[in-house]
């Protein structure tokens, strides 16, 4: 679907009236600053996980928790009954998509640190933007929070081999999330949420026979259980409804573009949760990527 398309005056709701009121008025910026603190915020508690539940085991309980959650939203199956055969292949690749991406983002995270990982996630992203430029100022504006990224986060390359593997798929599918994350928030799949939803039981039957030995422990201890839930409404709930009700109204080229504010929420989150306290550097690298992204305008027809 072309990026120009032009968004519904409201965004998607969820079988509620109250998201529904709150997707048309308030701004798509919101949304993406919401999903924006969970993007990390999540993966930062999963890694706290990993000696427990294993990578694979926290990657199936992300998403089993996610999907049986957006299950009883939005009744996936409604979905795919409902749509033609063109739409219900895009959910197929959408599920698919959240689920690899999903195990590779947490594959990488185990080998290689999260600033790592963040830049080469944001490298993909940049095409993206590129491709909706259109004007000296959008390309200005583009180099700007580059400029910030890459003087946030410590970009270097690793010795192992493996987790950059990981983490260059996890970079690749993401840009795939944003591309078909859009045409689904466009498409005639009842709405941008239902479609996620779809999507997402999708991606449970990807991943049920991949993690599940490894997530068998936290069925046996409640409060593993409980933490397990909450990474995974923290990971897959919260970012990825409102990055749908963001991308319902944004064109891709800025919802890419806004993607550089990761970064930023990632130094946050790690002062908040790790205790790690940015450099001068930092700060004005934060800077630079604000700036940016406030300095971006879509073109009137986005």
């Known amino acids: 679907m072309n990026d120009q398309t032009q968004a519904p005056a409201a965004g998607p709701a969820i079988n509620g009236p109250v998201l529904d009121t709150l997707a048309g008025r308030l701004p798509p910026h919101v949304w993406f600053g919401v999903s924006a603190i969970f993007h990390y915020l999540g993966p930062a508690f999963a890694v706290l996980l990993f000696p427990h539940v294993g990578v694979l085991g926290m990657a199936w309980l992300r998403i089993a928790t996610a999907a049986l959650i957006f299950a009883s939203l939005t009744r996936p199956w409604r979905s795919f009954t409902r749509a033609d055969p063109a739409t219900r292949l895009l959910l197929l690749a959408f599920g698919a998509c959240l689920a690899v991406m999903n195990c590779s983002f947490y594959l990488a995270l185990d080998r290689l640190p999260i600033s790592l990982v963040a830049a080469i996630e944001f490298v993909g992203t940049i ?61 005639g799949a009842g709405d941008g949420i239902a479609g996620l939803g779809a999507a997402m039981a999708v991606a449970f039957i990807v991943v049920l026979p991949i993690g599940f030995a490894d997530a068998l422990p936290a069925f046996f201890s409640p409060t593993l259980l409980v933490a397990a839930i909450g990474v995974g409404i923290c990971s897959s709930v919260i970012p990825y409804i409102c990055d749908q009700l963001a991308m319902s109204r944004l064109p891709r080229s800025s919802f890419a573009l806004m993607l550089s504010l990761l970064p930023v929420t990632a130094t946050l989150i790690g002062i908040v949760v790790l205790r790690q306290i940015p450099s001068l550097i930092d700060c004005l690298g934060i800077a630079l990527v604000v700036a940016g992204v406030a300095f971006h305008k879509p073109a009137p027809s986005d």
């Open 127 to 187: 095409g993206v933007a590129l491709v909706g430029l259109r004007s000296v100022r959008n390309l200005t504006a583009l180099a700007v929070a580059v400029a910030g990224t890459l003087m946030l986060i410590d970009v270097r390359w690793s010795d192992d081999p493996v987790g950059l593997f990981w983490a260059f798929l996890n970079g690749a599918l993401f840009v795939g999330y944003i591309v078909l994350g859009h045409r689904v928030a466009r498409s």
